[in-house]
């Protein structure tokens, strides 16, 4: 696979995926509005709309941050870098992805830590619906993975010279 063509797949990549983060938006306020109905027409509740509305959530965040980071609308600070020009401003974009990739590594670590420790123990949510924990938490390591992946990517292309700074569409 050439540098272009994996460029490609992980750019299509995370747009499928901020898809497939819109869709779980989308069945976040279906279900929301279903427990409003619920509440305020037949007197009852559906016991999980809160717990799996805020699971949606989180999975629909951790899903789009490829999408924001390939736009580069992901979480930057650029009063200082865009000052600088040529190899400093290479350099300034290098330092940066360097340090997110090492950030986003570290979450890979401790949400796998997390993952797999409510795997082993079998830790269910104390809501009603008792969740296994293990099924919602699998989100974060995918997610951080795969954002060290674009932050690798993108230190690619910035040592290989094809870019000189963060993602862009």
Known sequence: MTFAAAERFLARASLALCA?????????????????????????????????SGYLFVWSTLLAFGYAFHAGQFLRVDAVVQRFRGRTKAASELLAAIAGLAVSAICVYATWQLFEASWRFGTRSIQPSATPL?????ALPFAFAWLALLYAATIARIVSGRIDGAARS
């Open 20 to 52: 497939f983060a819109g869709l779980l938006l989308a069945v976040m306020a279906v279900l929301i509005n279903v427990e409003v109905v619920a509440r305020y027409v037949f007197n009852s509740s559906t016991l999980i709309a809160d717990e799996y």
């Open 134 to 138: 293990w099924i919602m938490q699998i």
